[in-house]
């Protein structure tokens, strides 16, 4: 590590490589493959009463 990768593109579908941080650690995803780092944190499953 050392360099900035930004600008990378995805291999699967050319997008754009975005970057975010997460939990202080920056992460490099495709939007289009990895749509959102709400796979990071699952929706609250509905409770049943
Ligand atoms: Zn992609």
Do not use: H, L
């Amino acid at each position: 590590m050392g360099y900035d990768r930004a600008g990378e593109v995805c291999r699967r579908c050319g997008t754009i490589i975005e970057r975010t941080v997460i939990g202080g650690r920056s992460s490099f995803f495709c939007p289009k493959c990895q749509p959102v780092a709400s796979a990071v944190t699952p929706p609250a499953s509905p409770k049943k009463r």
